[in-house]
């Protein structure tokens, strides 16, 4: 008589993950016919801005976060880091406003709109602690004005805005990574859920 093993805990999780998300709905091949309208387009431009601030982000914390000053490198490479960070935002507001607009959460897709409001509000103080590590007076004078209103708030107590180290651990690990993280959510429950239909 032949016993039959019961699935490892490894087994389960594939085959739930496998239930919630098969393979030709997760790198799907064709889309909807809608799809093609440019309002479709900016999640997309998002997650390319996205890539290169993350990309710029880490050819900066190689040499450290001061020698771009010096550098002419440097300064091309925090020019690209600044600038797909302009872009990220524009093409995210943008998103966020079309989906918005198109009642993005509707078809059980609470959720998804859900994890794109919570990066679009992790992203906020993501990008502030990058202007206060600059290292220069326009880092100073963004700090000093901010603090007494976090601290007003009860937030300066978790979140000194004039602590370097602690305001630079905070943009290069703890809020990129919850960033990443919240997208990586977002872009699998679009593909669960599809992509909304318009109006």
């Not at 064709?30 to 997650?47: D, E, K, N």
């Not at 690990?173 to 977002?186: D, I, K, N």
Request: net charge positive.
């Amino acid at each position: 008589m032949t016993t039959i093993d019961p699935p490892t805990w490894t087994e389960r999780v594939r085959n739930a993950a496998v239930a919630y998300l098969p393979p030709e709905r997760l790198l799907s091949d064709t889309q909807p016919v809608y799809v093609a309208s440019w309002i479709y387009v900016f999640g997309v431009l998002t997650i390319g801005a996205l890539v290169v601030v993350l990309g710029s982000g880490a050819v900066i914390a190689l040499a450290g976060p001061a020698w771009w000053h010096g550098s002419t490198v440097g300064h091309f490479v925090n020019s690209m880091h600044l600038w797909s960070t302009e872009l990220f935002f524009f093409f995210m507001v943008v998103h966020l406003w079309g989906k918005f607009f198109m009642a993005g959460w509707r078809g059980r897709r609470a959720l998804t709109w859900i994890t794109g409001a919570l990066c679009f509000l992790i992203t906020i103080p993501t990008a502030f602690t990058g202007y206060l590590i600059q290292q220069n007076l326009d880092s100073q004078w963004i700090g000093t004005q901010a603090k007494d209103g976090l601290n007003a708030s009860g937030v300066g107590a978790f979140f000194n805005v004039l602590n370097y180290g602690q305001m630079l651990m905070w943009h290069i690990l703890l809020l990129p990574l919850a960033v990443v993280l919240l997208v990586a959510g977002h872009v699998l429950l679009v593909r669960h859920r599809g992509v909304v239909p318009p109006i």
